[in-house]
Each structure stands twice: as C-alpha cells, then as structure tokens.
C-alpha cells in the first residue's frame, strides 16, 4: 500500500510539472491578430473575396487587380487571406458596406474597416461606387509602401 501511495505520489508530481510546461508552451506560442494580420496580407499574396452579391465580388476583383497589391484567387484554399464584403441598402439609391479580413485557417475576424456610405452625385452605379471606396479609402492605406 506504501508503494501504490508513493508511485501515485511520482505520478501526480509528473502530471503537474507536464502541465505546468504545456502552459509556458502555450503562453510563448500565442501570436496576435495584427502579427498574423501584416504576416497573411504581404503584397504578392493570394486573396480570396466573398460577398452575398456576385456583382460586388467582381467590383472588388477588379479594384484589387487595377491595384495590383495582391493575387485574386477563386480557389478558397490557396488564399492567404479572405476579404469579406459586407453591404446593405440605406435606401432605393444609396448603400453603405465595410470590409473583413478573414484568416482562412480559423475563418477568425483580423480587422474591419470602417463602414462607408455611397456619395450623390458621384459615379450611377452605387455598388461599384462603394467597392472602389472601400478599396481606396479604407483598405490602401494599411498598406503603404
């Protein structure tokens, strides 16, 4: 009975001093979402848009090719990253929407842009108006060389 006590005794000092390190391990390895953000958004990598509105993915693809930032991707899996556009209607003519990048791994929210309104006057059709403004706006100047 004195053996089992002291093995169990071993044991258990084992199991703490096991946990104790996986802890340090965990604490060490932890990276933040802007590190992981500057690291997936590197100019030359891999984008991949979504959007509920096919019209304004191919708003975005085009505004991001003219750029010439990133790569566009259709294929999900070989993006770096995701852009995810989110937009709605304020009324018959005018729309407001922001933007999500997404890291594909974790499908995890890295940052979001302020939300923009489409402006009067400005070009007829608001979902191009609004992408462009997104892009140019919000997004470009992350990223300044």
């Not at 084992?14 to 390190?21: F, M, P, S």
């Not at 750029?67 to 556009?85: H, M, P, Q």
């Amino acid at each position: 009975m004195k053996k089992i006590s002291i093995l169990l005794a071993f044991l258990f000092a084992i199991i703490q001093v096991n946990a104790q390190d996986t802890s340090k391990t965990k604490q060490s390895v932890q990276v933040s979402k802007d590190d992981i953000f500057k690291r997936i958004t590197k100019k030359g990598n891999k984008v991949f848009i979504i959007s509920l509105d096919i019209t304004e993915t191919i708003h975005a693809n085009t505004a991001i090719n003219y750029w010439g930032y990133w790569n566009v991707t259709t294929n999900r899996s070989e993006a770096d990253f995701v852009l995810k556009l989110e937009t709605g209607a304020i009324s018959r003519a005018d729309r407001s929407g922001k933007i999500i990048f997404l890291n594909p791994a974790t499908n995890e929210e890295l940052k979001t842009t302020a939300t923009l309104q489409t402006e009067p006057r400005k070009d007829k059709n608001k979902k191009r108006q609004l992408i462009f403004r997104l892009i140019d706006e919000e997004v470009k100047p992350l990223f300044k060389e």
